[in-house]
């Protein structure tokens, strides 16, 4: 199994800021995979970041809002730029184990933007 | 285009009861899994059952099983004997291809659960 952190658990950001998201696992995995969950909704996947390449983004999300860096192979950053109220979300890191039923979930980030 | 369905936004259950949550699911792959995962309102994501394309019996886990019919293309996750701490969002997943490290998990909109006393 793969443990996932993240950091901030929660956090309140200003309109127009930008935030950080930090993600560290256990152990080492080849992609790490970041979702959207917005209130009330279900999870949304961003994108997925595989060390020393660039994030590979799903439809309906780009680098310049949500950039991506994926330093090593058990950490990684997801960052809201220049947020709006549309913004506030839950946001989860993701990794996958070796075996097909394994997909492992960090405790996710709980955004608000005023 | 949506690939998976939840048709149940809201479900209610009496304590002890089963009950059955839909899911269908839309991939022309021939490889791919399918997952539940339960949402408290502490917003963590736990992990109830996985079935791939090619297993041949019903996955179980505890209280959790899970009805495949392939050509129905259906993944229904069955609760029995439903208890209070069973109140929560359920979320149907499908990875399509198996390289679980490789391939993303995409979720469906989810039913809310609730378990009547």
């Known amino acids: 199994s793969a443990v996932i952190s993240q950091k901030p658990s929660r956090d309140i950001c200003q309109r127009g800021t930008s935030l950080t998201i930090q993600c560290q696992v256990d152990s080492q995995v080849t992609m790490m995979f970041w979702y959207r969950q917005q209130p009330g909704q279900s999870l949304t996947l961003i994108a997925t970041?595989?060390?020393?390449?660039?994030?590979?983004?799903e439809s309906g999300f780009v680098i310049d809002k949500f950039p991506i860096s994926r330093p090593n192979l058990t950490f990684s950053t997801l960052t809201v730029s220049n947020m709006s109220p549309e913004d506030s979300s839950i946001y989860l890191c993701?990794?996958?184990?070796?075996?097909?039923?394994?997909?492992?979930f960090g405790p996710g980030t709980r955004l608000t933007v005023t | 285009a949506q690939k998976i369905t939840q048709t149940q936004p809201g479900m209610f259950v009496q304590e002890k009861e089963a009950v059955t949550l839909d899911c269908t699911y839309d991939t022309s792959d021939q490889s791919y899994g399918l997952f539940w995962y339960k949402q408290p309102s502490s917003g963590e994501m736990i992990f109830l059952i996985y079935?791939?394309?090619?297993?041949?019996q019903n996955a179980t886990e505890g209280r959790y099983s899970l009805n495949f019919q392939k050509a129905r293309k259906s993944a229904n996750l069955v609760i029995s004997a439903s208890q209070l701490g069973d109140s929560a969002m359920y979320f149907c997943?499908?990875?399509?291809?198996?390289?679980?490290?490789?391939?993303?998990?995409?979720f469906g909109p989810g039913t809310s659960l609730s378990v009547i006393p």
């Open positions: 997943a499908m990875r399509e291809g198996m390289r679980a490290s490789y391939d993303k998990v995409i």
């Open positions: 970041a595989n060390q020393g390449s660039e994030a590979t983004y």
């Open positions: 079935q791939g394309s090619y297993d041949e």
């Open positions: 993701s990794v996958a184990g070796t075996l097909s039923y394994e997909q492992y």
